[in-house]
């Protein structure tokens, strides 16, 4: 009897010690690790995104900020079919796009943001339905807003939802948070987008808030960090109104001394506010199918021949290399140049004119004849000096180099040997294969008028946070090698093309402006209208070049753009 | 003369109390309220279980078996339950035929026992109580209750054996059984029958051993066979309950939830009213199946084994009982309910300690719940009784 009391009591004790140990093992040896795991199940770390930062322009009006609005959220586990299907109807958007963003489903329930920016009609539609709609939850979310719509969007560009590319190239970024895409708002990413913060809250085993979590502090977050655009809002406004009534048209201005760039409008444009809600796809695919391009930026995107433009700058080389003097008279023009036995034409019969008389009445005998004596290569060597056929280095994406003609490129076009001293001819009154942006023509202007040094263009002036100064951009010079004699004569002849030639459409009583017309041709389309200044012409401070697509004759339609701009620029003046 | 066993009714008042503190922390005031209702009939059938004369009780016992046997049939005609038929839904409380089996499927086999001086391992000697054991287990099975019916098999193992069965015996009896449960899965037959193949080649002749293989391989090889006649969702649960993580959101869910409540306890405990995850829903049946996690949760490391060797000093008082009285019968009653509240201890504990599969086990006296206080306390009931009478 006695055995037997004691062995059940063996077995009794073995039992003890096996829960015993399995005790011991789970509440010490693991102990830390359950207590981790219970705590991640009843706190729940919620995100506080941070605002975006601003974008002012030079004076500190206010381009691009954020606004509140509201972001709908769904806990897998509390919600059902049903309520499902009901959000889609509210939100008219299909169902397995909102089944889409709840996989994969995490095993603690949590709320996950299924579409941001919903308006309040139908938020205030899902708040009454609230019952119906179990597991779907409303939370206060701020979004981008850019309160002068279409006036920026090829500066400041636009932010739109992240996409699945660009989520996995930075992983420190959620499905559908908001990134930058074009413009500034891309460039300048890292500094405008801030540091999220967090807030712990317990939750229940349904994912239901119980409350604040008094043991865990809150990380506060990091507001993204404000912008100073070099733009001036009141001249970018006056460019846009002066050039939108036309249907494709850019205009760049920027200040001398320093590459600052004062205004930038290309037209047409778009909203860059549709990017934040849900897609309209009847405004996306009127705006896409736009063959105006809306999304197009016709200020540094596009590569224009420059037509007349360029003249100047073959004028300046020919004297720089002797080829003609100031005073050397060419062969008169007679409205024709024959070349071989092709015939070049000019746009009127001009006579016999001297360098400055063929630049004020945009002559192309005289510069036909100069395109006789100039190498291709020493053309193109002499462009790049200037940044043509060159990256300006724009802090915005998108820029085209253009294209500055040389050997390489004339034996790769047409073959070695293929082609003859006769495509020189058109390049020289900026024709033929000479592409440039009217960025480019802004910086070649702002070197003429400086006397031969040029500044690269940037948009953005400095970068503030919480008040502070972290970032002032620098101008960054170039330097170009010119008698300053013969850039004179060619700022005189500028001077001279306002005053008395193809450009007086941009006389003004009070400044003096110069600058040069251009016509570009673009068969079979109507001529692209060029104008390109600077102002004043004895002190310079601004450099503008207008770009109306197929509007004809620079001298009628761009120039008293630029006259009104600088008009504008230096009175303050609005518009009659 | 008549003297109250005062460690068994204190250990037993110590579990009340502990578990009624744990329904009020892990529920709220209305399942307390429901379980004193609970704990006041408890305590009536404890008094008459303990206060019943000793002759009338052995004279009951076919009546009380036979009637037992009548419920179990009508559960199964009228009986209610989640997907099974387990109780009567009577107005406050469901009544289980099952856990009035215990009571009674003891106390007969402990009258039918205790007239054998000698136990030998041969058919004159083990068909009676086998016969009395194998209806309720079949009925309990039919409901389906795996795990009450299995409950059965510790304490007819523990009787035999105090009533003197080698235990080699007793294990020979329970292979058909054991190969049968074994059998439902490969992973649990071929261990189990390499062990008994082990012992059975060492402790028996040559040819006895070559029988007890045979049977063993024969029952072993029955249950895939019965497997295969079931439906899927039989089978299913059959399976999981040999493999609950199989479930992850389901059994696995609640068993990986109770490992994390009584893990994050560490030493001293979150502090009573404290457990997060029981206080915001992450253990399920918290104040039936899953108590021990919240008290382990709340109370830690410390609090836990306390419980522990409660319960260890309640079955060993049990224990010293049968050894102290004269009363064969009695002494068997009482070696019967120590293994039945043992079982429950261990099944549970191990189960949420995650040691043992998932079964819907309560843990005696603690465990809100009607049906498992008030039989508990009976027995305990019946145990003073014997106590009380014992010199």
Redesign the interface.
Known sequence: ??D??KR??FI??T??L???A???Q???V??????R???R??IRKIVVPAPRGRIFDRNGILLADTRPTWTIAIIPTETNDSALALLSILLNRPQNELLRRLQPVSEVPAPIDILRNVSFDVIAKIEENNFRLPGVIVRVDHIRNYPFRNLYSHVIGYVGEITEEELSRDSSYRLLDYIGKTGIEVCYERFLRGRDGYKYV?????GRE?GPLTEKRPEPYLPGKDIYLTIDHNLQQTAYNLISKYERAAVVAIAINTGEILCLVSFPDFDPNIFLAPLDPLQWNALISNKSKPFYNRAISSAYPPGSTFKPLVALLALEKHLITPHTQLLPCNGIFQYGNRKFKCWSAHGRLNLIGAIEQSCNVFFYQLGTKIKVDTLAEFCHKFGLGKYTNIDIPGENAGNIPDHDFLDRRYGKNKWTQGFMLNYCIGQGEVLVTALQLTQLYSCFANGGFYFRPYLVAKIESAGRTILINKPQRFEVEINQTNLNWIKNALTRVVEYGTGQAAQLQEITIAGKTGTAQNPPNPDHAWFVGYAPADNPEIAIAVIIENAGHGGAVAAPIVGELVRYYFTKRTLP | MKKIDITLLGTTCLLVIIGLLAIYSSASSQYLFRQLIFLSIGITSLLIACFTPRRLIYGMAEIFYGLTLLLLILVLIFGSGPGAHRWFAIRIFNFQPSELAKISTVIILAKYLSYRRKMDFDFKTLAGPTAIIIPVVTLILLEPDLSTSISFLPMYAALLYWQGLRPLYILLLFIPVLSFIAGFSLYFWIPFFTIISIIVFLRLRFFQALAAIATSSFFGLLSPVFLSLLKDYQRARIKSFFAPWLDPHGMGWNIIQSQIAIGSGRIFGKGYLNGSQKRLGFLPNRHTDFIFSCIAEEFGLIGSIILLVIFGLLIYRLLLIAYKTRDQNGALITIGFAAIIGYHVFVNIGMLLGILPVTGITLPLISYGGSSLVVTMTMIGFALNVAMNSE
């Open positions: 009897m006695k037997r009391l059940l009591c009794l004790t039992l003890l096996i829960l015993g399995r005790l011991i789970l509440q010490i693991q102990g830390k690790r359950y207590a795991l219970s705590d199940n009843r317990e939750v229940d085993a349904r119980i």
